[in-house]
């Protein structure tokens, strides 16, 4: 069978990098040349829709650009690795992303260093299913777009690491995170309008781990804030259903829940966590 043209360029590309160095060329010369047949046998195998075998020559790109201290381009091959990566195999992807984020952060670049920490925080979330280390990432973002003053996308970014906390019941977690997004979203009239649902989801955290006295004392801070918070569907909601928790009253809370439901749709993350209140109704709560 004939050799594809990318698989020609490969062979090119590792002839190059195995040379020895002759008298009238440089080592920095042979790897910048050898990079370049990578990145274009890597380009090739794109075409090809061979990922894999994309991501690989891709790497061996950025290993050769970092033999002639290239960085920036070494950055950008290994960012290419983890896009090809991504197509079949989304741990190489990490690792790659991984090398990238290295050379951006020792060159001060966090801004972008963020971007790509917050696309691994993608990929352990919707490819790999760690929630765990997905809130880590995003939580790491967010620390390095607030370096940059880029202090929208680090809410944003808290926001999401805040659910995904609680989604693993990492309950406290997911309450300090959301009081730091309401911090941001309060500064401004254009994001004041979030807060109460940001609010919603803390109390909602609250009663998850059964501690209906933090609940209702929160709902009260958070009244002191914001004065147009009491007059919200999310507060009403809130102190009902934390006194239904209180009573233990599974019926009321089920109807409590499905009327807020017919004028606020809930989305999965809160159904997915009334549920868990719900079925914890039966167990004692602390209500001090």
Known sequence: MPKSPAEILLEKADKKSNSSTGWFSSSSTKWEEA??????AA???RLEKQFKAAGDAFAREAECREKCNELNDAANAWWNAAKAYKKDDPRLAIQALGCTIAHLTKAGRFRQAADREKEIGQIYQHELNDIAKAC???????EWYDQEDAAAT???CRKDAADLCAEVENYRGAIQLYEMVVSYALKSNLTKYSVKDYWLRSGLCALAMKD????QRDIEV????????????ECKFLE????LVTEGDEQAFTTAVFEYDQVVKLDNWK????LKIKRSLKDEVDIL
């Open 43 to 45: 380009n090739s195998f």
């Open 154 to 156: 680090a809410s944003a």
């Open 240 to 243: 009902d259903i934390c006194a």
């Open 136 to 142: 880590d990432s995003f939580q790491r973002a967010a």
């Open 271 to 274: 159904t997915g966590i009334l």
């Open 35 to 40: 990079g370049d047949l990578y990145q274009q």
């Open 212 to 215: 209906v006295g933090k609940a």
């Open 222 to 233: 958070f009244k002191s804030k914001d004065v147009t918070f009491s007059s919200t569907r």
